[in-house]
């Protein structure tokens, strides 16, 4: 089969196919597998002859079992060579012939895919077939079979040589199931392992277009690959593929025959896939607007199917006509479906957003699925720890009250035996008592160290680090639970209550520091009056928690207390994010603030936090705010000495606010490339890199940044629409429309959002809608009048209805007053519109 010289085709297409994937046979015409066995030719000129053979698996596993063999057809050779010795057919496709064989040359079983006979005259099936054999060669993954070698056979009919599966499908797992509970975590692990698979693939620009149970192979050892990639759809060739911001980064972009071939895309209205598993679009041959999100529709049926033991889809109630398909399930009906299977909430949540009706509802790719189902059953595994960790105090609880009434047992015998014996007896529980305490002293002993090292990883991992804070916590409860159980007054309880105090401590800092983050994260990504002023209510209450109360404690109290507070850090941060906001406020026209209470409050924050590397930065970004001289060669000696991945993010944030304001930008820019290497997964420092690049209107940098803070967290709607904004002034309006609908779709209520949109409908000449999106935006927030009026106003003045745009723009000018921030050259397009023809409206 596979050692023959190539055969002419009808059409040369299928030469030109592997030689534009593997480069012309340096031999002018020979295969890649060769006319004669390697192994035979290093036996011809060495000398050397070997033929080792390694033990089957399948002799001490038995359920290690090859697929079944089905019946060949009449018209197929039975595929033969030096090179390979087959042992028969093993299955059969749409497409191709699968052999069993072994690689001569190196003795391992192998896979051999035949391309059928009837199809080898079909430029496009062949062009497919070699497809499939160039992206699963490409995809290097333990959950992707590897291909081996690409030939043809005598008879001019490409094959390709792969690993040989042995196991079973996820689909004869799933229908040998009494229940559907049966074995569900282990079909979880093996579902988590198959999104991690689809997620490398998505990352390399590849939708597998037919996942479904049968073509998932669970080997005996554990293995888990995803196989069949003949449906496979390369994003990016053609019209409409375009890569997405908010996809993994692609190290390495897949590559097949057809890649430099513009419109060679699966023709439209084809319908690939599997009943049941493909997701809307694909099943309407909607080829043009598959993408990630069609596997992840196909993911969420199969975590549908094992959650409930069926597919999501309503079996018809009359046999129905040939090649019609079952129709899916509804939203309601999904839902209902997987409550009545008793899952976890978050795997129910988890498939119904899979299998969301649109595209845009569903994940956007398989690695958000497998981070979802990852965390699931990270959780279950942390549940899983604690019952036994409850189990073990529950049996040290039982064997204490054998050995009481063991004891009182004992002492009832004695007692009625002898009164002599009381002597006797109590020295017997003497020493119980003490084995028992000796045990309950070590346990404690044990548990506070591990508590202690765990405390200690969790303080030097990142502070992104959820996990590590997860596992301190949950060896807390263990020793809170041992502590009852020994005197209150020896060195080991002294130790374990010091230790406690400072897990708390330590949880209560970083609790503070994830409320005034999360605050700040929703109202500072919007930079709008509105939003601001949610932030400092919401800043606001979140000191008041913790006993600071702005309204009505003294300036000096409230320094005292955040100085001697154990969250010093993150009580000042959240003082000093307060200060800032309230400044930006004024900044907007929004409220009054006199200058000597602004600077009181900055005397407060400089008492409250006297850590040494802060006071000196807060001195310098400060003066520079307050417009006092800064020396910048003391800025930059300070940058020096500092080690970025030592200090706070926010501290080095706050330092390159120096180079902002003092309009120092090829240095902030430069710094700020520095402090976000050291810290790249803080979202935090991502914006404020990104947010001083937009102030200072360098608009490429800004974008970088801004897609840096969605990989962190791509459910943030402020990011989305300062990106928006962003690719607006870069010139790339159709990301800047993508970015600002994403930013709606997650906050639909935010009036400026609406606005932004306008501008750029506006931008694209389509006037008329950025009117609708601009009274939107105005209905929605009275915060935003002056920029909604200002867009209205210009989109009229390009419609050359001058008077209804010079109404507007005058109602931007009245709105404006006071704004700051607002800086759009209204009066400018007043004279413009008060200079126009009159008969323009």
């Given at each position: 089969?596979?050692?023959?010289?190539?055969?002419?085709?009808?059409?040369?297409?299928?030469?030109?196919?592997?030689?534009?994937?593997?480069?012309?046979?340096?031999?002018?015409?020979?295969?890649?597998?060769?006319?004669?066995?390697?192994?035979?030719?290093?036996?011809?000129?060495?000398?050397?002859?070997?033929?080792?053979?390694?033990?089957?698996?399948?002799?001490?596993?038995?359920?290690?079992?090859?697929?079944?063999?089905?019946?060949?057809?009449?018209?197929?050779?039975?595929?033969?060579?030096?090179?390979?010795?087959?042992?028969?057919?093993?299955?059969?496709?749409?497409?191709?012939?699968?052999?069993?064989?072994?690689?001569?040359?190196?003795?391992?079983?192998?896979?051999?895919?035949?391309?059928?006979?009837?199809?080898?005259?079909?430029?496009?099936?062949?062009?497919?077939?070699?497809?499939?054999?160039?992206?699963?060669?490409?995809?290097?993954?333990?959950?992707?079979?590897?291909?081996?070698?690409?030939?043809?056979?005598?008879?001019?009919?490409?094959?390709?040589?792969?690993?040989?599966?042995?196991?079973?499908?996820?689909?004869?797992?799933?229908?040998?199931?009494?229940?559907?509970?049966?074995?569900?975590?282990?079909?979880?692990?093996?579902?988590?392992?198959?999104?991690?698979?689809?997620?490398?693939?998505?990352?390399?620009?590849?939708?597998?277009?037919?996942?479904?149970?049968?073509?998932?192979?669970?080997?005996?050892?554990?293995?888990?690959?995803?196989?069949?990639?003949?449906?496979?759809?390369?994003?990016?060739?053609?019209?409409?593929?375009?890569?997405?911001?908010?996809?993994?980064?692609?190290?390495?972009?897949?590559?097949?025959?057809?890649?430099?071939?513009?419109?060679?895309?699966?023709?439209?209205?084809?319908?690939?896939?599997?009943?049941?598993?493909?997701?809307?679009?694909?099943?309407?041959?909607?080829?043009?607007?598959?993408?990630?999100?069609?596997?992840?529709?196909?993911?969420?049926?199969?975590?549908?199917?094992?959650?409930?033991?069926?597919?999501?889809?309503?079996?018809?109630?009359?046999?129905?006509?040939?090649?019609?398909?079952?129709?899916?399930?509804?939203?309601?009906?999904?839902?209902?479906?997987?409550?009545?299977?008793?899952?976890?909430?978050?795997?129910?949540?988890?498939?119904?957003?899979?299998?969301?009706?649109?595209?845009?509802?569903?994940?956007?790719?398989?690695?958000?699925?497998?981070?979802?189902?990852?965390?699931?059953?990270?959780?279950?595994?942390?549940?899983?720890?604690?019952?036994?960790?409850?189990?073990?105090?529950?049996?040290?609880?039982?064997?204490?009250?054998?050995?009481?009434?063991?004891?009182?047992?004992?002492?009832?015998?004695?007692?009625?035996?002898?009164?002599?014996?009381?002597?006797?007896?109590?020295?017997?529980?003497?020493?119980?008592?003490?084995?028992?305490?000796?045990?309950?002293?070590?346990?404690?002993?044990?548990?506070?160290?591990?508590?202690?090292?765990?405390?200690?990883?969790?303080?030097?991992?990142?502070?992104?680090?959820?996990?590590?804070?997860?596992?301190?916590?949950?060896?807390?409860?263990?020793?809170?639970?041992?502590?009852?159980?020994?005197?209150?007054?020896?060195?080991?309880?002294?130790?374990?209550?010091?230790?406690?105090?400072?897990?708390?401590?330590?949880?209560?800092?970083?609790?503070?520091?994830?409320?005034?983050?999360?605050?700040?994260?929703?109202?500072?990504?919007?930079?709008?009056?509105?939003?601001?002023?949610?932030?400092?209510?919401?800043?606001?209450?979140?000191?008041?928690?913790?006993?600071?109360?702005l309204d009505t404690m003294a300036k000096d109290e409230i320094a005292r207390r955040i100085r001697e507070d154990e969250a010093t850090f993150e009580l000042a941060d959240g003082l000093e994010l307060w200060l800032g906001t309230m400044g930006s406020l004024v900044e907007m026209g929004a409220i009054q603030m006199e200058f000597a209470d602004f600077r009181a409050w900055l005397d407060t924050l400089?008492?409250?936090?006297?850590?040494?590397?802060?006071?000196?930065?807060?001195?310098?970004?400060?003066?520079?705010?307050?417009?006092?001289?800064?020396?910048?060669?003391?800025?930059?000696?300070?940058?020096?000495?500092?080690?970025?991945?030592?200090?706070?993010?926010?501290?080095?944030?706050?330092?390159?606010?120096?180079?902002?304001?003092?309009?120092?930008?090829?240095?902030?820019?430069?710094?700020?490339?520095?402090?976000?290497?050291?810290?790249?997964?803080?979202?935090?420092?991502?914006?404020?890199?990104?947010?001083?690049?937009?102030?200072?209107?360098?608009?490429?940098?800004?974008?970088?940044?801004?897609?840096?803070?969605?990989?962190?967290?791509?459910?943030?709607?402020?990011?989305?629409?300062?990106?928006?904004?962003?690719?607006?002034?870069?010139?790339?309006?159709?990301?800047?429309?993508?970015?600002?609908?994403?930013?709606?779709?997650?906050?639909?209520?935010?009036?400026?959002?609406?606005?932004?949109?306008?501008?750029?409908?506006?931008?694209?000449?389509?006037?008329?809608?950025?009117?609708?999106?601009?009274?939107?935006?105005?209905?929605?927030?009275?915060?935003?009048?002056?920029?909604?009026?200002?867009?209205?106003?210009?989109?009229?003045?390009?419609?050359?209805?001058?008077?209804?745009?010079?109404?507007?723009?005058?109602?931007?000018?009245?709105?404006?007053?006071?704004?700051?921030?607002?800086?759009?050259?209204?009066?400018?397009?007043?004279?413009?519109?008060?200079?126009?023809?009159?008969?323009?409206?």
């Amino acid at each position: 089969m596979v050692n023959g010289h190539r055969e002419n085709l009808d059409d040369s297409m299928l030469d030109r196919a592997l030689e534009a994937a593997f480069g012309a046979a340096a031999d002018g015409g020979a295969t890649a597998a060769g006319g004669v066995s390697v192994l035979a030719r290093i036996e011809q000129r060495h000398g050397v002859k070997t033929r080792i053979v390694l033990r089957d698996a399948d002799d001490e596993t038995a359920e290690a079992v090859v697929l079944p063999p089905s019946l060949a057809s009449a018209d197929d050779t039975d595929p033969a060579s030096d090179r390979y010795q087959v042992f028969g057919e093993m299955a059969r496709g749409g497409m191709g012939v699968i052999y069993r064989g072994r690689d001569a040359d190196l003795g391992r079983e192998v896979a051999i895919k035949v391309l059928q006979p009837a199809l080898a005259k079909q430029p496009a099936m062949v062009q497919r077939f070699v497809e499939e054999a160039q992206i699963a060669g490409q995809l290097q993954h333990p959950g992707i079979l590897p291909v081996y070698e690409l030939g043809l056979q005598e008879d001019a009919r490409p094959f390709f040589s792969m690993k040989l599966i042995k196991g079973r499908t996820l689909a004869d797992r799933l229908e040998q199931r009494r229940d559907p509970a049966d074995d569900r975590a282990a079909l979880l692990k093996i579902f988590e392992q198959v999104c991690q698979t689809i997620a490398y693939a998505h990352a390399r620009g590849v939708v597998h277009r037919d996942l479904k149970p049968s073509n998932i192979m669970v080997g005996a050892f554990g293995e888990v690959q995803v196989v069949d990639w003949g449906l496979a759809k390369v994003l990016g060739q053609g019209r409409g593929e375009i890569a997405h911001d908010d996809a993994p980064p692609q190290p390495t972009r897949i590559e097949t025959v057809r890649t430099e071939r513009p419109g060679a895309a699966s023709m439209a209205g084809a319908v690939m896939g599997t009943p049941g598993y493909m997701s809307p679009e694909q099943a309407r041959g909607e080829v043009g607007e598959i993408d990630e999100r069609a596997d992840v529709y196909a993911l969420g049926a199969m975590l549908y199917e094992i959650l409930t033991g069926s597919p999501p889809v309503r079996r018809p109630r009359a046999t129905p006509p040939s090649g019609a398909a079952a129709e899916p399930l509804d939203a309601e009906a999904i839902r209902g479906g997987l409550e009545r299977a008793d899952a976890d909430a978050d795997l129910i949540d988890l498939a119904c957003s899979c299998l969301a009706a649109r595209r845009r509802d569903r994940p956007r790719n398989a690695k958000q699925v497998a981070d979802l189902v990852n965390q699931h059953l990270a959780s279950l595994e942390a549940r899983a720890r604690q019952a036994d960790v409850r189990a073990a105090e529950e049996r040290t609880r039982a064997e204490a009250e054998r050995h009481r009434r063991k004891l009182t047992l004992a002492l009832a015998v004695i007692i009625v035996a002898a009164l002599v014996m009381i002597s006797l007896g109590a020295g017997w529980a003497y020493v119980s008592n003490q084995r028992q305490q000796e045990q309950m002293m070590a346990g404690l002993a044990s548990a506070v160290s591990k508590s202690s090292q765990l405390l200690g990883s969790a303080m030097a991992a990142r502070l992104d680090n959820d996990d590590a804070w997860d596992a301190v916590e949950l060896a807390a409860v263990q020793v809170r639970d041992l502590l009852e159980q020994v005197p209150a007054e020896s060195e080991l309880a002294v130790r374990a209550r010091a230790l406690l105090e400072e897990i708390d401590a330590r949880t209560r800092q970083r609790r503070l520091g994830a409320t005034v983050e999360n605050v700040v994260i929703y109202a500072a990504t919007h930079y709008d009056a509105e939003s601001w002023r949610r932030m400092e209510r919401d800043l606001r209450a979140a000191l008041l928690e913790f006993g600071i109360d702005l309204d009505t404690m003294a300036k000096d109290e409230i320094a005292r207390r955040i100085r001697e507070d154990e969250a010093t850090f993150e009580l000042a941060d959240g003082l000093e994010l307060w200060l800032g906001t309230m400044g930006s406020l004024v900044e907007m026209g929004a409220i009054q603030m006199e200058f000597a209470d602004f600077r009181a409050w900055l005397d407060t924050l400089l008492a409250a936090d006297p850590d040494p590397l802060r006071q000196r930065v807060r001195h310098l970004v400060y003066a520079a705010i307050l417009q006092e001289p800064v020396d910048r060669e003391e800025v930059k000696r300070l940058f020096e000495s500092l080690d970025f991945e030592r200090v706070h993010p926010r501290t080095l944030s706050w330092l390159a606010t120096v180079y902002y304001v003092v309009g120092d930008t090829p240095a902030m820019v430069e710094v700020l490339r520095r402090i976000t290497d050291a810290h790249p997964a803080d979202f935090m420092l991502m914006f404020d890199a990104g947010f001083s690049c937009a102030q200072l209107q360098q608009w490429a940098p800004a974008v970088r940044y801004y897609l840096r803070c969605l990989a962190i967290r791509p459910d943030v709607g402020g990011i989305w629409r300062q990106l928006g904004v962003a690719y607006r002034h870069t010139g790339e309006l159709a990301a800047s429309l993508d970015a600002l609908n994403r930013s709606i779709e997650l906050e639909p209520e935010h009036g400026p959002t609406h606005i932004d949109l306008a501008e750029t409908r506006l931008a694209l000449g389509d006037a008329e809608t950025a009117i609708a999106d601009a009274r939107r935006g105005l209905e929605l927030s009275a915060a935003s009048d002056a920029p909604g009026w200002f867009v209205i106003g210009k989109a009229r003045f390009a419609q050359e209805r001058y008077g209804e745009a010079l109404e507007a723009l005058e109602r931007a000018a009245a709105a404006a007053v006071g704004d700051k921030r607002f800086n759009e050259p209204v009066e400018e397009w007043i004279e413009r519109c008060r200079a126009a023809p009159r008969g323009g409206g």
